[in-house]
């Protein structure tokens, strides 16, 4: 499934208003179903016809939104003798090819997936621990804490007298945490990685983004540029911000190129912030720090003493 997109700005350009609502109605509409059938951008026009009224075409058409033969626009191409196209439909969309290759993506992950799982399953059937080599290693490399561990008396510590938690009646019994699986890759200290193999993220059900198969495009690229967010904004670093929270927690969104853009906005927001507040702080004594305690009096009866100066040169 994939989305018509429309800038969270859509609301208020001045096309927009221009055009009034019953245009951008049926703006949506071909919008939608240029995605749907992955024309990018490209309309018949009896579809064209069918959807909306003379009127409403020649709004869209006298606005800019929408294209016919032999057009201006320098960024959009030209559409077939009888059809339209929408303006800067690629900008904001992905092309066939993108989503073609992005369903084919998730296809794949979704079998390898399912072939994992069916693989597990079998195993759990017929007896068989598919991790035991592992966990068998494990187990052996691990030092016996029963012969290793040194030898203490049953006498209380600290007290002359034994207390509740120094005998098993009454004590609390607290179990011990599970010890957790090595089946991972764990950040070692020189930069490197430790556990016995690492995990198939592959195995894993996808998360709706890459189900969904967004990605960066030129077109968000150059939206960014243009309004001026990518002066203050790592668009790649933010992007991967923005793919791993939405991979963390699972959610859908109808929108990704529209909410990857309120990403960057809030980003940019933030750097702003950051760049309007210095984040060097004068310590005491120190040109522009505050002056507190008996400085700020001395100060006060300096400035007393200043002003009394000045009326008595001025009487």
Request: charge should be neutral; glycine fraction near 10%.
């Amino acid at each position: 499934m994939v989305w018509f997109a429309l800038d969270d700005g859509f609301d208020t350009h001045p096309k927009v208003r221009k055009a009034g609502n019953a245009a951008v109605g049926l703006f949506v509409r071909l919008g939608v179903h240029a995605t749907k059938h992955l024309t990018e951008g490209h309309l018949d026009g009896d579809i064209v016809r069918d959807y909306g009224t003379a009127a409403t075409i020649r709004k869209l058409i006298a606005v800019g939104m929408l294209h016919e033969p032999g057009h201006g626009c320098r960024r959009c191409p030209q559409p077939a003798d009888g059809g339209y196209y929408l303006h800067d439909y690629l900008d904001y969309n992905k092309s066939r090819a993108q989503i073609e290759a992005a369903r084919e993506a998730a296809r794949k992950r979704q079998q390898k997936g399912r072939d994992t799982a069916r693989a597990n399953r079998n195993g759990r059937d017929s007896g068989v621990n598919l991790n035991s080599n592992s966990r068998q290693n494990e187990r052996s490399s691990r030092p016996n804490c029963a012969e290793n561990a040194p030898l203490f008396d049953d006498e209380p510590a600290g007290q002359d007298g034994s207390s509740r938690r120094d005998t098993h009646e009454g004590a609390t019994v607290v179990p011990s945490p599970p010890i957790p699986s090595q089946n991972y890759d764990v950040a070692d200290v020189d930069g490197g990685t430790t556990g016995s193999s690492p995990v198939d993220l592959d195995a894993y059900a996808p998360s709706p983004i890459d189900i969904d198969g967004w990605t960066l495009t030129d077109g968000l690229r150059r939206w960014a540029h243009r309004d001026g967010y990518a002066t203050l904004v790592d668009l790649d670093y933010e992007t991967a911000q923005f793919l791993d929270h939405f991979r963390g927690n699972g959610s859908r969104r109808p929108n990704w190129n529209t909410e990857w853009q309120k990403w960057i906005r809030r980003a940019h927001k933030w750097a702003t912030e950051r760049s309007r507040t210095s984040n060097v702080i004068a310590l005491p004594g120190q040109p522009g720090a505050p002056l507190t305690g008996t400085d700020a009096k001395v100060a006060g009866w300096m400035a007393i003493a200043e002003q009394l100066r000045q009326q008595g040169d001025s009487a």
